[in-house]
Structure formats: structure tokens, C-alpha cells
T-cell receptor
Framework: DVKVTQSSRYLVKRTGEKVFLECVQD?????MFWYRQDPGLGLRLIYF???????EKGDIPEGYSVSREKKERFSLILESASTNQTSMYLC????????????FGQGTRLTVV | GQNIDQPTEMTATEGAIVQINCTYQ??????LFWYQQHAGEAPTFLSY????GLEEKGRFSSFLSRSKGYSYLLLKELQMKDSASYLC????????????????FGTGTKLQVIP
């Protein structure tokens, strides 16, 4: 069974903290993604990576950074958490070039207080 | 920019048929996806269309018209477990990313199936 695993299901952090969200996939996929999902806004792409050490900004990268040191792991970093980053964060992976589906992790619900 | 529109909510009766529409205006097109997402869970893949026409997969079918920027997801013989959000997503080429093709999601349609 294919698997994308996110390190935490729920997180509560304080404003100003540095936050790490981890994602691991076991499918040897080249592409990995971080989305956030908010009511009424759908899934919005924060960052993606199409190879180890390669990253590109998505639609809403401000306040976030990413790291991909190994193919199977893609980390999302909130440099200084703010309350407007309270959201559901979803990691996904897919295989190029014409991937017909992406596989999602179970999501991390982050609350910044 | 990319624009994908779907109804926010729909209600349908168990055993019935429901059609969820999706319209899109995007800079380029290279495939349309439908995902199902139950509350509190990850989205799961339902269907993929890249050519015009109907793709059938069991109780679920998906239709695409590229000239009209239109797709629909058809769910037959509705079951209570079909209550979920249905996400329409469009893949577009991204010029300066090694050929990577970005996927943009709509806001989703929340379907409630009632007895």
C-alpha cells in the first residue's frame, strides 16, 4: 500500500515559534508538495519539490520555507509562526512526467496561539 | 491566473444520481482530476480526464469538454458513505520548472447524502 506519512496529526504552537512539519513517502516519487487547506479557499500550494534539493514556490510561499535533503522526505518550515498560519496542512507526492494522481498524507492540523 | 469553480454544497438522496459540475479558466491545460475528501481525512483520487468524453469507473463517471472548460463528476446509486467533499483540480504546464505541471484545486463541493 502506498503511503505518505505526516509526522503529526495535531499541533499547537505559540506565535513566533519555529515550526517543522515533516512528510515522508515510501513510493520513490520525485514530486512532493505542501498545501494548506482553509474553509472556502480549498487547497492552496505553498511549495513543491521535483527532485532532491530542488524546490519551487507555489501560490502562497510567504512565511514558509522547505527542505528536501532526501528523496523520501519533504519538510515544511514556518520560520516564525503567526496566527494566520493556523490551518490544515497536507503533504502529497506524485511521480512524473504524466502522473495521473497524487497521494496525500493524512494532514496536520496546526493551531498557532 | 487560474480559476476553478464548483458549487459549494449539494444535497442528494440515497440511491439517486448526482452530478457535480466544475468549470475552469486556466492558462493551459493538461488534465483534470477529481478527488474525494471525507471530513478530517486526506483527499483520495477518483478520476483523471485529459481527452474529451466520459470516463466510467464503477458508480463514478467523469466527463470533460476542453473547448467549454467544463467537467462533471457523476455519482450513481448514491450511498451514505458518499457524503464527502469532491475536489476538482486542473493541471497546467509551468514554463520555468523543468516541465513540472502545476495542479490547481477548486474549493470543493460538499455533498450530503440523505436517507
Amino acid at each position: 500500500d502506498v503511503k505518505v506519512t505526516q509526522s503529526s496529526r495535531y499541533l499547537v504552537k505559540r506565535t513566533g515559534e519555529k515550526v517543522f512539519l515533516e512528510c515522508v513517502q515510501d513510493m520513490d516519487h520525485e514530486n512532493m508538495f505542501w498545501y494548506r487547506q482553509d474553509p472556502g479557499l480549498g487547497l492552496r500550494l505553498i511549495y513543491f519539490s521535483y527532485d532532491v534539493k530542488m524546490k519551487e514556490k507555489g501560490d502562497i510561499p510567504e512565511g514558509y520555507s522547505v527542505s528536501r535533503e532526501k528523496k523520501e522526505r519533504f519538510s515544511l518550515i514556518l520560520e516564525s509562526a503567526s496566527t494566520n498560519q493556523t490551518s490544515m496542512y497536507l503533504c502529497a507526492s506524485s511521480s512524473p512526467p504524466g502522473a495521473t494522481e497524487a497521494f496525500f498524507g493524512q494532514g496536520t492540523r496546526l493551531t498557532v496561539v | 491566473g487560474q480559476n476553478i469553480d464548483q458549487p459549494t454544497e449539494m444535497t442528494a438522496t440515497e440511491g439517486a444520481i448526482v452530478q457535480i459540475n466544475c468549470t475552469y479558466q486556466t492558462s493551459g491545460f493538461n488534465g483534470l482530476f477529481w478527488y474525494q475528501q471525507h471530513a478530517g481525512e486526506a483527499p483520495t483520487f477518483l478520476s483523471y480526464n485529459v481527452l474529451d468524453g466520459l470516463e466510467e469507473k464503477g458508480r463514478f463517471s467523469s466527463f470533460l469538454s476542453r473547448s467549454k472548460g467544463y467537467s462533471y463528476l457523476l455519482l450513481k446509486e448514491l450511498q451514505m458513505k458518499d457524503s464527502a467533499s469532491y475536489l476538482c483540480a486542473v493541471r497546467v504546464p509551468r514554463a520555468n520548472s523543468g516541465g513540472y505541471q502545476k495542479v490547481t484545486f477548486g474549493t470543493g463541493t460538499k455533498l450530503q447524502v440523505i436517507p
